[in-house]
């Protein structure tokens, strides 16, 4: 069983920042690809960010809430850990923020996709 946990949420002011992780546990070969995804209050769950094997990102760059220059996200392939730094955060920033992790390999299984329960960050204004 692959369990995803996420850390780092709180409450912050316009501006400020805050560091997500999220580690990933069970017997784990392998992870082709992390991500963080974020949904705010009677919205659709939406991409952040995203994170290869192989290091490639992939960032939410729409015109009306990039994240791109703000956020950063990183790996720890050895710890099997996804980390979001963010910055400037904004009001709109706010949201429960999941992990996410694709092709993940075990021992025992082959698992497209596995989702942590979130974290909660509030950015006040």
């Known amino acids: 069983q692959v369990q995803l946990v996420e850390s780092g949420g709180g409450l912050v002011e316009t501006g400020g920042s805050l560091t997500l992780s999220c580690a990933a546990s069970?017997?784990?070969?392998?992870?082709?690809?992390m991500g963080w995804y974020r949904q705010a209050p009677g919205k659709r769950r939406e991409l952040v960010a995203t994170?290869?094997?192989?290091?490639?990102?992939?960032?939410?760059?729409s015109t009306a809430d990039s994240v791109k220059g703000r956020f950063t996200i990183s790996r720890d392939t050895g710890k099997n850990t996804v980390y979001l730094q963010m910055s400037s955060l904004k009001p709109e920033d706010t949201a429960v923020y999941y992990c996410s992790a694709n092709g993940v390999i075990t021992r025992t299984a082959n698992i497209q996709e596995v989702w942590g329960q979130g974290t909660l960050v509030t950015v006040s204004s």
């Open positions: 994170i290869r094997t192989g290091g490639s990102t992939h960032y939410r760059d």
């Open positions: 069970g017997s784990i070969f392998s992870i082709e690809a």
